[in-house]
Protein backbone atom coordinates (compact mmCIF):
# COMPACT_ATOMS: atom_id res chain seq x y z
CA UNK A 1 0.00 0.00 0.00
CA UNK A 2 0.80 3.51 -0.36
CA UNK A 3 1.22 5.97 2.25
CA UNK A 4 -1.04 7.94 1.17
CA UNK A 5 -4.01 4.59 1.12
CA UNK A 6 -3.36 3.83 4.60
CA UNK A 7 -6.27 3.71 6.80
CA UNK A 8 -6.02 5.93 10.01
CA UNK A 9 -8.16 4.26 12.74
CA UNK A 10 -8.56 5.88 16.52
CA UNK A 11 -9.15 3.44 19.11
CA UNK A 12 -10.44 4.73 22.40
CA UNK A 13 -10.71 2.85 25.80
CA UNK A 14 -10.23 4.32 29.29
CA UNK A 15 -8.01 0.87 29.78
CA UNK A 16 -4.91 1.60 29.12
CA UNK A 17 -4.14 -2.03 28.92
CA UNK A 18 -7.27 -2.54 25.81
CA UNK A 19 -5.47 -0.03 24.36
CA UNK A 20 -2.12 -1.37 24.61
CA UNK A 21 -3.61 -4.97 23.27
CA UNK A 22 -5.23 -3.14 20.30
CA UNK A 23 -2.43 -1.60 19.30
CA UNK A 24 -0.26 -4.83 19.51
CA UNK A 25 -3.05 -6.35 17.52
CA UNK A 26 -2.84 -3.97 14.84
CA UNK A 27 0.70 -4.02 14.81
CA UNK A 28 1.36 -7.61 14.64
CA UNK A 29 -1.54 -8.07 11.74
CA UNK A 30 1.72 -6.61 9.36
CA UNK A 31 -1.19 -4.32 7.98
CA UNK A 32 -0.60 -1.22 6.49
CA UNK A 33 -2.77 0.71 9.26
CA UNK A 34 -2.08 3.44 11.04
CA UNK A 35 -3.48 3.72 14.74
CA UNK A 36 -3.78 6.40 16.97
CA UNK A 37 -4.98 5.55 20.46
CA UNK A 38 -7.16 8.45 23.31
CA UNK A 39 -7.29 7.48 26.63
CA UNK A 40 -10.98 9.07 26.61
CA UNK A 41 -13.67 10.86 24.56
CA UNK A 42 -12.19 14.47 25.49
CA UNK A 43 -9.05 13.70 24.04
CA UNK A 44 -10.61 11.68 21.54
CA UNK A 45 -12.78 14.45 20.14
CA UNK A 46 -9.79 16.99 20.30
CA UNK A 47 -7.93 14.21 17.80
CA UNK A 48 -11.12 13.76 15.73
CA UNK A 49 -10.78 17.86 15.55
CA UNK A 50 -7.41 18.27 14.21
CA UNK A 51 -6.94 14.33 12.14
CA UNK A 52 -8.77 12.61 9.87
CA UNK A 53 -9.72 8.97 11.06
CA UNK A 54 -11.34 6.77 8.37
CA UNK A 55 -12.98 4.52 11.41
CA UNK A 56 -13.10 5.12 15.24
CA UNK A 57 -13.36 2.34 17.97
CA UNK A 58 -14.43 2.93 21.06
CA UNK A 59 -15.25 1.66 24.61
CA UNK A 60 -19.05 1.84 24.56
CA UNK A 61 -18.87 1.92 28.63
CA UNK A 62 -16.16 4.88 30.13
CA UNK A 63 -16.25 6.90 32.81
CA UNK A 64 -15.96 10.60 31.03
CA UNK A 65 -17.46 10.59 27.58
CA UNK A 66 -18.08 7.15 25.72
CA UNK A 67 -19.21 5.66 22.94
CA UNK A 68 -22.37 7.91 23.06
CA UNK A 69 -20.73 11.67 23.19
CA UNK A 70 -18.05 10.33 20.58
CA UNK A 71 -20.42 8.88 18.17
CA UNK A 72 -23.11 11.51 18.36
CA UNK A 73 -20.25 14.40 17.32
CA UNK A 74 -18.97 11.83 14.68
CA UNK A 75 -21.47 9.71 13.95
CA UNK A 76 -19.87 9.24 10.27
CA UNK A 77 -16.99 6.95 11.25
CA UNK A 78 -17.45 5.91 14.92
CA UNK A 79 -18.13 2.58 15.85
CA UNK A 80 -18.55 1.15 19.67
CA UNK A 81 -17.41 -1.94 21.05
CA UNK A 82 -18.08 -3.28 24.60
CA UNK A 83 -15.16 -4.66 26.25
CA UNK A 84 -15.77 -7.42 29.56
CA UNK A 85 -12.23 -6.63 30.82
CA UNK A 86 -12.03 -6.56 34.54
CA UNK A 87 -8.81 -5.71 36.60
CA UNK A 88 -7.85 -9.75 36.87
CA UNK A 89 -7.78 -10.93 33.38
CA UNK A 90 -7.58 -8.90 30.16
CA UNK A 91 -10.47 -10.22 26.87
CA UNK A 92 -7.83 -9.35 24.35
CA UNK A 93 -5.01 -11.67 24.25
CA UNK A 94 -1.76 -10.14 22.57
Known amino acids: MHSHSRKHILVVDDQEQILSYVKKIFDRS ?4 RIATAP ?3 VA ?3 LM ?3 FDLVLTDWH ?3 YGWLGVGR ?3 HNAAGYANSVDD ?3 SIEP
Open 50 to 52: QQR
Open 40 to 42: NGF
Open 88 to 90: RQP
Open 62 to 64: MAD
Open 45 to 47: IGL
Open 73 to 75: NYP
Open 30 to 33: KTDY
